[in-house]
């Protein structure tokens, strides 16, 4: 298992509540010169070439699987040997569904990662955008349940 550090919190930056899917993610990653390893693709989600976060959550709340946690990710230029990735459907107002699945998501990975740090794109150093649209720190201080030693 790879060492993971950070589980960063990213949004698709695309019009909040379009019905957007994974698969619209992997042809926009390849349109900007993203691929996935080829050893990789072979062995786990082969339809997607180009996808570069490990999990994309649709406006319904499906959790679409894309890179496999072992292989690393494209999401956060100089932080994805050690880090995964995972994508909200829109730019800054996400359904409720999306929460759910959110809040899942992250027990999910802090029980895998327990010492990972959660955060947004934007509490990356130099990162100059507002992805994922929210204060990532504030939004796990308002879940108690979701154990975590640190979030940004």
């Known amino acids: 298992m790879r060492r993971v550090n950070r589980i960063i919190i990213h949004c698709s930056a695309s019009p909040n509540g379009r019905a957007d899917t994974i698969n619209d993610i992997d042809?926009?990653?390849k349109e900007r010169g993203f691929?996935?390893?080829l050893t990789f693709r072979q062995q786990?989600?082969?339809?997607?070439?180009s996808v570069g976060y490990h999990s994309v959550i649709h406006c319904d709340g499906t959790i679409a699987l894309g890179r496999h946690t072992d292989e690393v990710g494209a999401h956060t230029a100089g932080y994805n040997h050690d880090s995964i990735g995972v994508c909200l459907i829109g730019t800054d107002v996400f359904t409720s569904a999306q929460i759910e699945a959110l809040d899942i998501y992250i027990q999910t990975a802090l029980s895998m990662y327990p010492n990972a740090t959660v955060?947004?794109?934007r509490d990356i150093p130099g990162v100059k955008k507002t992805c994922p649209g929210f204060e990532v720190a504030k939004w796990m201080e308002?879940?108690?349940?979701?154990e975590?030693?640190?979030?940004?």
């Open 44 to 49: 786990y989600r082969p339809e997607l070439t």
């Open 35 to 37: 691929l996935r390893a």
């Open 142 to 146: 308002a879940r108690p349940w979701i």
């Open 27 to 29: 042809r926009w990653h």
């Open 119 to 121: 955060m947004g794109h």
């Open 148 to 152: 975590s030693s640190s979030a940004t």
